[in-house]
T-cell receptor
Framework: DVKVTQSSRYLVKRTGEKVFLECVQD?????MFWYRQDPGLGLRLIYF???????EKGDIPEGYSVSREKKERFSLILESASTNQTSMYLC????????????FGPGTRLTVL | QKEVEQDPGPLSVPEGAIVSLNCTYS??????FMWYRQYSRKGPELLMY????GNKEDGRFTAQVDKSSKYISLFIRDSQPSDSATYLC??????????FGAGTRLFVKA
C-alpha cells in the first residue's frame, strides 16, 4: 500500500518561530510537492522537487524554503512563521513523468498565533 | 481569473441521485484533466483522469472533457452516502505544475 506520511497532523506555533514540516514517501517517487490548501483557494503549489537536492519554486514560495537531502524525504521550512501562514499543508509525490497522478499525505494543519 | 474555476457548493443530493460536478479552465495548453476526491481530514486521492478530450468511465463515475468549451465534468451515478466528500478538479500541461480547482463539497443524504 503506497504511503505518504507527514510528521504532524496538527501544529500550533507562535509568530516568528521557525517551523519544520516533514514528509516521507515509501514509493521511490522522484517528484515531491508541497501545497497549502485554503478555503475558496484550493491547493496552491509552494515548492516542488524532481530529484535529490533539486528544488523549484511553485506559485507561492515567499516565506518558505525546502530541503531534499534524501529521495524519500522532503521538508518544508517556514523561516519566521506569520499568521498568514496558518493553513493546511499537504505533501504529495509522483513518479518522474506521471504528472497526472500525485499521491497525497494526510496533511498538517498549522496554526500560527 | 483563476486557471481552473470550480463552484464550491455545497451540493446536497438524496441517495441514488445522479450527481454532476463541473469545472471550467482557461489555459488551452492543458492536456491532462483529473478529478481528486478528498474526505474530511484526509489528503486528496486521485479518482480518475482523462487525457485530452473525451469521456472516461470507471464504475459509477464518468469524466468528460470538452476542450472546445474548456469544460470538465464528473458524473456520479447511483450516488451513495460514502460519496460525500470534496471533489477537486485539476489540470496539467504535461509538466510538473498541476492547477487545482477550489473543490466542490458534496453531501449525499441517506
Amino acid at each position: 500500500d503506497v504511503k505518504v506520511t507527514q510528521s504532524s497532523r496538527y501544529l500550533v506555533k507562535r509568530t516568528g518561530e521557525k517551523v519544520f514540516l516533514e514528509c516521507v514517501q515509501d514509493m521511490d517517487h522522484e517528484n515531491m510537492f508541497w501545497y497549502r490548501q485554503d478555503p475558496g483557494l484550493g491547493l496552491r503549489l509552494i515548492y516542488f522537487s524532481y530529484d535529490v537536492k533539486m528544488k523549484e519554486k511553485g506559485d507561492i514560495p515567499e516565506g518558505y524554503s525546502v530541503s531534499r537531502e534524501k529521495k524519500e524525504r522532503f521538508s518544508l521550512i517556514l523561516e519566521s512563521a506569520s499568521t498568514n501562514q496558518t493553513s493546511m499543508y499537504l505533501c504529495a509525490s509522483s513518479f518522474r513523468t506521471a504528472h497526472n497522478e500525485q499521491f497525497f499525505g494526510p496533511g498538517t494543519r498549522l496554526t500560527v498565533l | 481569473q483563476k486557471e481552473v474555476e470550480q463552484d464550491p457548493g455545497p451540493l446536497s443530493v438524496p441517495e441514488g441521485a445522479i450527481v454532476s460536478l463541473n469545472c471550467t479552465y482557461s489555459n488551452s495548453a492543458f492536456q491532462y484533466f483529473m478529478w481528486y476526491r478528498q474526505y474530511s481530514r484526509k489528503g486528496p486521492e486521485l479518482l480518475m483522469y482523462t487525457y485530452s478530450s473525451g469521456n472516461k468511465e470507471d464504475g459509477r463515475f464518468t469524466a468528460q472533457v470538452d476542450k472546445s468549451s474548456k469544460y470538465i465534468s464528473l458524473f456520479i451515478r447511483d450516488s451513495q452516502p460514502s460519496d460525500s466528500a470534496t471533489y477537486l478538479c485539476a489540470s496539467n500541461t504535461g509538466g510538473f505544475k498541476t492547477i487545482f480547482g477550489a473543490g466542490t463539497r458534496l453531501f449525499v443524504k441517506a
